[in-house]
């Protein structure tokens, strides 16, 4: 297990300072951390998946939602947030790190499945969450073979210190 490059209790101040979607009861702060156990627990099973970047990912992709309702815009929102968290040092990130995360933020949910590790873990950890709001996630839409198969994934979403702990 890798040390994280970044601290957390910096960085979650100011996604829930700026966030402006963080009172959602939808695509908040819970739903945040059930992507992150989703994420972790996806690349569990999968070579060459940034566990850094996933839990970046599960942070920032909904923390620039507007609503809860139609927001085409907020993935890349997310993305420029965390560019801006980068520039400010609080991501830690190399450029091509950076890159990954902000194509995953930016393009999560055009419907689209990967072939990187990363980026597939991340998109079906927020598929995976599909439940909490009446839907069914598409097979076809997931990237790896972990979501495909319909195993257990957590159940609970452990608080942020607990996520970071895993990476």
């Given at each position: 297990?890798a040390?994280?490059?970044f601290?957390?209790e910096?960085?979650?101040t100011?996604v829930r300072?700026?966030?402006?979607?963080?009172?959602?009861?939808i695509?908040?702060?819970?739903?945040w951390?059930?992507?992150?156990a989703?994420g972790?627990?996806?690349?569990?099973?999968l070579d060459g998946a940034d566990r850094?970047l996933i839990f970046l990912?599960a942070?920032l992709?909904?923390?620039m939602r507007?609503?809860?309702?139609?927001?085409p815009?907020h993935?890349p929102?997310a993305?420029?947030f965390?560019g801006?968290l980068?520039?400010?040092g609080?991501l830690r990130?190399?450029?091509?790190?950076?890159?990954?995360?902000?194509?995953a933020c930016?393009e999560?949910t055009?419907?689209?499945?990967s072939?990187?590790?990363?980026?597939?873990?991340?998109?079906?950890?927020?598929?995976l969450?599909?439940?909490?709001v009446?839907?069914t996630?598409?097979?076809?839409?997931?990237?790896?073979?972990?979501?495909?198969?319909?195993?257990h994934?957590?159940a609970?979403?452990p608080?942020?210190a607990?996520?970071f702990?895993?990476l």
């Open positions: 297990m040390v994280a490059p601290a957390l910096p960085l979650l100011a300072a700026r966030s402006t979607g963080i009172g959602s009861h695509h908040g702060e819970v739903h951390r059930t992507v992150g989703n972790l627990w996806i690349a569990e099973s850094h990912f942070l992709h909904d923390s507007e609503n809860d309702g139609t927001d815009e993935g929102r993305a420029a965390a801006e980068h520039e400010e609080l990130t190399t450029a091509a790190q950076l890159d990954i995360l902000r194509f930016a999560h055009n419907g689209l499945v072939g990187d590790p990363t980026v597939g873990a991340c998109w079906d950890a927020d598929r969450d599909l439940p909490r009446g839907k996630p598409n097979p076809k839409l997931f990237s790896t073979d972990v979501a495909r198969s319909g195993r994934r957590p609970a979403a608080d942020c607990e996520l702990g895993r």
